[in-house]
């Protein structure tokens, strides 16, 4: 899918800033932001930024990948849940993969995501990195 | 609400037809239905279609196929939610009968996968998860079923052994439908040596690329009776959506939405889990056979691996599951198998299903669950033989 440029800068906030969803009520964050909490139905919030340390969840090894990815397969997926209890979903990067375990201690980095070939957009974003590293 | 069943069914060729485009497999599949129902015109349709737009570049489905079944001015309407559209062509067709708005309406389902390359295949099936949080960092569907499938092993010791199970039924099932895209059986040995493609998840823990229709008559039951055709009442019907991000769930091990579509559709049938004597599942990864089994209440989490290795799921077990074939097997043509489903339901149910297939001591009652995604919606109904 081509990738317009006004869809690639409208997430710069949570891909380049990690901004999330605090609702007043309930104190839970959310990430990407939400206008609603989906469980008080709350409105009044405020914008913080998400703790950049967490512990794996879950995880895959995507050995088939889409193009994109094509010459980074095989590559770990993981979801994070965060110092603060958010949870998200990006790549494991600068580990090997197959010591990749539920449990396991990353911090996130600013890292390149992906490119369109030859002139399109380049997405940078969040990827996980072992906290050790 | 009036009492509505299903009184014929219909199927087009399943698999990689590349003789037929995406019109001609609908028209065959729907010409079947109202043939087998022996009814003499429709009041109306809905189809189920996952991404046509993606996958051929068409859309506004309703108009072009109600033409090409050389039905023009009928009113249609296509409905989609991923994977579960066609379930929820059911349910819509279920309604407008339920409701009087209209007597005799057709459900059907279609996709045509074939018609591009397997990156863009994948890119359109990739449109039922999240674009921004999931695919935009390499998410694939196996990817996301493979996390899915780690945190339950992690949680309730689900093993290797267990997701092969459910694939050798299921192809050993496949292996006796003439519908099936995959009509063969696979050992034990064969799945746990099958290319990986999302760890833990192999290739033949996955449901295929399917091209493929299917269609049912949905109608009052004095209608039915009128026809003098064998037919099946639906009791039920629920369905019921969750977050698409799998990273937004509580509990990563269980699919909300197949809980909230059972627990909706149970209540207006009157009827407990207890109550079914088999059911189609919608086992597009193995381990989404197991998850559903325990999310729709049959099985307590982490009990329906176990039981599966022990035979409970098995044509001739406690509870058939997928006596089909399954997604599995049969194939997914996603749009489709919501409606195949309640196809293979109503054959088992009226005594139809083939040679070798058929679940033994007549089974009166069973559910058919289809399921969007990674689990973000889910589609149950409950069929009752008269």
């Not at chain 1, 899918?1 to 006004?6: D, K, L, R």
């Not at chain 2, 052994?161 to 459910?166: I, Y």
């Not at chain 2, 006796?176 to 990986?196: C, G, H, I, L, W």
């Not at chain 2, 589609?379 to 033989?385: D, G, K």
């Amino acid at each position: 899918m081509t990738m317009f440029s006004s869809r690639n800068w409208r997430e710069y906030p949570h891909r380049y800033r990690l901004e999330a969803t605090k609702f007043t009520k309930s104190g839970k964050t959310y990430f990407p932001k939400r206008m609603v909490d989906p469980v008080t139905g709350d409105t009044e919030q405020e914008m913080v930024t998400l703790p950049e340390t967490g512990k794996v969840i879950t995880y895959t090894i995507i050995q088939i990948a889409p193009p994109q990815w094509g010459d980074q397969a095989p590559y770990a997926l993981a979801v994070v849940e965060l110092t603060d209890g958010t949870r998200l979903m990006a790549q494991m990067t600068d580990c090997d993969t197959t010591k990749v375990k539920i449990g396991m201690e990353v911090r996130i980095e600013f890292r390149k995501i992906q490119a369109e070939a030859d002139h399109g957009v380049i997405s940078y974003g969040y990827k996980f990195v072992p906290k050790w590293y | 609400m009036r009492e509505v069943c299903v009184v014929g069914v219909g199927m087009s060729k399943w698999g990689e037809v590349w003789r037929q485009s995406l019109r001609c497999l609908h028209t065959e599949a729907a010409l079947n239905a109202i043939k087998n129902a022996g009814v003499d015109h429709l009041d109306s349709m809905y189809v189920g279609c996952m991404t046509s737009g993606l996958f051929v570049g068409q859309e506004h489905l309703a108009s072009l196929l109600t033409d090409y079944m050389g039905m023009p001015g009928l009113p249609a309407t296509r409905v989609e939610s991923a994977c579960a559209s066609g379930g929820l062509a059911v349910r819509s067709a279920f309604i407008e009968v339920a409701s009087g708005i209209s007597d005799i309406v057709m459900a059907s389902g279609v996709e045509k996968m074939t018609d591009c390359s397997g990156d863009e295949a994948t890119d359109a099936l990739a449109a039922a998860a999240d674009q921004e949080y999931e695919v935009f960092h390499g998410a694939t569907f196996p990817g996301l079923y493979a996390m899915m499938a780690h945190v339950h092993m992690a949680q309730y010791g689900t093993t290797r052994d267990m997701l092969s199970a459910v694939a050798v039924k299921n192809h050993n099932n496949g292996s006796m439908n003439p519908d099936a895209q995959y009509p063969f059986k696979v050992t034990k040995e064969r799945v746990e040596s099958s290319v990986m493609v999302a760890n833990p998840l192999r290739i033949l823990d996955c449901s295929p690329i399917t091209d493929g229709a299917a269609a049912v008559i949905v109608t009052t039951v004095d209608i039915a009776k009128k026809l003098g055709k064998p037919y099946i009442k639906i009791l039920g019907s629920g369905i019921g959506t969750d977050t698409i991000q799998l990273a937004q769930r509580d509990d990563m091990a269980t699919i909300k939405a197949a809980t909230i579509a059972a627990a909706g559709a149970f209540k207006m049938a009157g009827k407990k889990i207890g109550d079914m004597q088999f059911a189609e599942v919608h086992d597009c990864f193995t381990i989404a056979e197991i998850m559903v089994a325990e999310s729709i209440g049959k099985y307590k989490p982490g009990k329906a691996g176990p039981a599966f290795l022990a035979g409970e799921s098995a044509l001739d077990g406690a509870f058939p599951i997928n006596s089909s074939g399954g997604l599995k097997s049969k194939g997914h043509p996603v749009g489709a198998t919501g409606v195949a489903q309640v196809v293979e339901v109503y054959k088992q149910l009226t005594g139809q299903a083939e040679k070798g297939r058929q679940i033994p001591n007549s089974p009166k009652i069973a559910m058919a669950q289809n399921m969007g995604g990674s689990g973000g919606s889910s589609v149950v109904h409950i069929l009752e033989v008269a």
